[in-house]
């Protein structure tokens, strides 16, 4: 049974940094693609990042430059670190694999 766990969500202020974290079970992590979604209320989910098993990555237009996506294949964690954080990205993040899904953790940026 694959498992996807994120954490690292919470409260911050715009300009702000936050890092979150997902943790795999169920698969061979290191063989898998993996990403970062969001969905901010009222608007559909949308693809923040994908880091692939040869750590290639790559990341939505309204990111670029803010956010890094990395992976650990010994502890099965992918992780998202956000900087120069703005309202916008408010969002619910969620961790992927093919059709799996995590729960999602919340973000939420104060102006």
């Known amino acids: 049974q694959v498992q996807l766990v994120e954490s690292g969500g919470g409260l911050v202020q715009a300009g702000g940094s936050l890092r979150l974290s997902c943790v795999a079970s169920?698969?061979?992590?290191?063989?898998?693609?993996m990403n970062w979604y969001r969905q901010a209320p009222g608007k559909q989910r949308e693809l923040v990042a994908t880091i692939t098993s040869g750590d290639s990555t790559n990341y939505g237009d309204s990111v670029k430059g803010r956010f890094t996506i990395s992976r650990d294949n010994a502890k099965n964690t992918v992780y998202l670190q956000m900087d120069s954080l703005k309202p916008e990205d408010t969002a619910v993040y969620y961790c992927n694999t093919f059709s799996h899904w995590g729960q999602g953790t919340q973000v939420t940026v104060s102006s």
């Open positions: 169920g698969i061979i992590f290191r063989r898998y693609a």
